[in-house]
């Protein structure tokens, strides 16, 4: 739509208010509202001041007034709010260069498709990420300096199938058990449903959903793939949608990739794939179906996967569902059909369809960057003609440590990926997608903010191996 059109959408809404969402540095929108009657076209055009500097990892306070600039494209009715309200999804520009914020995902996800324009290699990205999340009952957790301590609960826990629930019906999804599960074990069936009607309710394309393979209400709802920006807004509006609806039954959402000890985490699979004039650059005659440009992306990932762990698998509980020697994906190969590659190559024979699936990122990660990040390893393949070597076509969890010695793994914890990151970002900042700035914030947040502090954190476990020493 055009600003003329919002406004006239707005009005044939009846809506009574305008909200306006951005992102923050690590990829939580933020937002505040207007009445519409401080809503117009030049707000398209004028944008709207506010202070940066409460933004985590944004402008210091004496270099702080920043503007919000709505994209028109983005105009929706908001599902939730009691009056009726339009919703704008926003780009940050600095008021006085009015160009684009260094610092704002959204900006990096939109030079990474102008770069990829500029290359002349593809003109579009897609993505199409499926991302899992837990759904509980109750959530509580505490942290200060003598005690700390969390605890989840759902009445489809497997943990509850002796608590006195008056009464106790059974029908709980044992550890590793609720994959596909009729009801009554599958007990989230509806709410799932109001989940995909609410996200159908601002057009978004959902092709399936169901429960996933952990206990305690693991679930998840795939949506239809798209442009890199566009996924990524689509993405934002996924987990808005997915906690509100959780939260007016009654219910909690949580996208943290490993809410539980000993079961399945969440992950985010991400297929890919390159396009030009409407053609699919990765269909092909080579492995699995592939084109050697579909080769050298999955080249390009492979060689910067450890890196790439800083924004695709970003905090550090991502390395408690990424750990070796279990199920999951943290072994840097690729294969046809076979999920315990971290790159796996769908079985299709519509070459529209013939994509890669990069499965180690998790639905924590900030979609502009993660997307972005992806992409551009990926070019960086191409454009090196990085060979990605033989394919592994066998099931990689049942090999012993002697053969799985010679297979590199991601990253082994958010501090090892942030140190790769640091030595590797050159990729990052071709064509300014990526800004020194950016990757120098990013770094430092992220160890200031969650590194370290979980680093010097004494855990409950620690009491029960150690207090007796």
């Given at each position: 739509m055009?600003?003329?059109?919002?406004?006239?959408?707005?009005?044939?809404?009846?809506?009574?208010?305008?909200?306006?969402?951005?992102?923050?540095?690590?990829?939580?929108?933020?937002?505040?509202?207007?009445?519409?009657?401080?809503?117009?076209?030049?707000?398209?055009?004028?944008?709207?001041?506010?202070?940066?500097?409460?933004?985590?990892?944004?402008?210091?306070?004496?270099?702080?007034?920043?503007?919000?600039?709505?994209?028109?494209?983005?105009?929706?009715?908001?599902?939730?709010?009691?009056?009726?309200?339009l919703?704008?999804?926003?780009?940050i520009?600095?008021?006085f260069?009015?160009?684009?914020?260094?610092?704002?995902?959204?900006f990096?996800?939109?030079?990474?498709?102008?770069?990829?324009?500029?290359?002349g290699?593809?003109d579009?990205?897609?993505?199409?990420?499926?991302?899992?999340?837990?759904?509980?009952?109750?959530?509580?957790?505490?942290?200060?300096?003598?005690?700390?301590?969390?605890?989840?609960?759902?009445?489809?826990?497997?943990w509850?199938?002796?608590?006195?629930?008056?009464?106790?019906?059974?029908?709980?999804?044992?550890?590793?058990?609720?994959?596909?599960?009729?009801?009554?074990?599958?007990?989230?069936?509806?709410?799932?449903?109001?989940?995909?009607?609410?996200?159908?309710?601002?057009?978004?394309?959902?092709?399936?959903?169901h429960h996933?393979?952990?206990?305690?209400?693991?679930?998840?709802?795939?949506?239809r793939?798209?442009?890199?920006?566009?996924?990524?807004?689509?993405?934002?509006?996924?987990?808005y949608?997915?906690?509100?609806?959780?939260?007016r039954?009654?219910?909690?959402v949580?996208?943290?990739?490993?809410?539980?000890?000993?079961?399945?985490?969440?992950?985010m699979?991400?297929?890919?794939?390159?396009?030009?004039?409407?053609?699919?650059?990765?269909?092909?005659?080579?492995?699995?179906?592939?084109?050697?440009?579909?080769?050298?992306y999955?080249?390009?990932?492979?060689?910067?996967?450890?890196?790439?762990?800083a924004?695709?698998n970003?905090?550090?509980n991502?390395?408690k569902?990424?750990?070796?020697?279990?199920?999951?994906?943290?072994?840097?190969?690729?294969?046809?059909?076979?999920?315990?590659?971290?790159?796996?190559?769908?079985?299709?024979?519509?070459?529209?369809?013939?994509?890669?699936?990069?499965r180690?990122?998790?639905p924590s990660?900030?979609?502009?960057?993660?997307?972005?990040?992806?992409?551009?390893?990926g070019?960086?393949?191409i454009?090196?003609?990085?060979?990605?070597?033989?394919?592994?076509?066998?099931?990689?969890?049942?090999?012993?440590?002697?053969?799985?010695?010679?297979?590199?793994n991601?990253?082994?914890?958010l501090?090892?990926?942030?140190?790769?990151?640091?030595?590797d970002?050159?990729?990052?900042?071709?064509?300014?997608?990526?800004t020194?700035?950016?990757?120098?914030?990013?770094?430092?947040?992220?160890?200031?903010?969650?590194?370290?502090p979980?680093?010097?954190?004494?855990?409950?476990?620690e009491?029960?191996?150690?207090?007796?020493?």
């Amino acid at each position: 739509m055009t600003p003329q059109e919002v406004v006239k959408f707005a009005k044939e809404n009846g809506c009574q208010m305008v909200d306006y969402k951005f992102l923050d540095f690590v990829g939580i929108w933020q937002h505040f509202t207007q009445p519409i009657s401080e809503f117009s076209e030049e707000t398209f055009e004028e944008g709207i001041g506010f202070d940066g500097s409460s933004i985590r990892g944004w402008q210091p306070i004496h270099n702080s007034d920043m503007l919000i600039m709505p994209d028109p494209k983005t105009a929706k009715i908001d599902p939730f709010p009691a009056a009726p309200t339009l919703h704008l999804i926003c780009n940050i520009i600095d008021p006085f260069t009015r160009e684009g914020y260094s610092r704002d995902p959204r900006f990096v996800a939109m030079k990474a498709e102008a770069y990829l324009k500029s290359t002349g290699i593809a003109d579009t990205c897609f993505f199409g990420p499926e991302p899992e999340f837990f759904i509980f009952d109750d959530v509580r957790f505490s942290s200060s300096m003598n005690q700390s301590f969390y605890q989840v609960d759902s009445v489809e826990g497997c943990w509850n199938t002796g608590r006195e629930e008056f009464p106790n019906l059974g029908y709980k999804p044992a550890n590793k058990g609720g994959y596909f599960p009729v009801s009554p074990t599958d007990s989230l069936i509806d709410l799932r449903n109001e989940m995909v009607q609410v996200l159908q309710s601002v057009g978004i394309r959902v092709e399936a959903s169901h429960h996933e393979v952990a206990t305690g209400g693991q679930c998840e709802i795939d949506m239809r793939f798209d442009s890199l920006v566009k996924m990524a807004d689509t993405l934002q509006w996924f987990k808005y949608i997915i906690k509100n609806v959780a939260v007016r039954n009654g219910k909690t959402v949580t996208f943290m990739p490993k809410p539980l000890f000993g079961d399945n985490g969440s992950g985010m699979h991400c297929h890919q794939s390159l396009w030009k004039d409407g053609k699919n650059l990765f269909a092909g005659d080579g492995y699995g179906g592939l084109s050697k440009m579909a080769m050298y992306y999955i080249g390009g990932i492979m060689k910067h996967a450890k890196a790439l762990c800083a924004f695709t698998n970003p905090g550090t509980n991502s390395y408690k569902r990424l750990v070796p020697g279990y199920e999951a994906p943290v072994n840097l190969a690729y294969s046809n059909r076979n999920r315990s590659a971290s790159i796996r190559i769908p079985a299709t024979s519509n070459d529209k369809a013939k994509r890669i699936e990069y499965r180690t990122p998790d639905p924590s990660c900030n979609g502009y960057l993660a997307f972005a990040a992806m992409m551009m390893a990926g070019l960086d393949g191409i454009e090196n003609k990085i060979d990605p070597g033989q394919p592994l076509d066998k099931d990689i969890y049942g090999l012993s440590p002697e053969e799985l010695k010679d297979i590199p793994n991601v990253a082994s914890s958010l501090e090892d990926a942030l140190n790769h990151l640091k030595a590797d970002h050159a990729f990052l900042l071709k064509g300014d997608v990526f800004t020194p700035d950016l990757i120098e914030k990013w770094i430092e947040y992220k160890m200031e903010a969650e590194v370290d502090p979980v680093r010097m954190r004494p855990v409950p476990l620690e009491f029960q191996l150690y207090f007796d020493c």
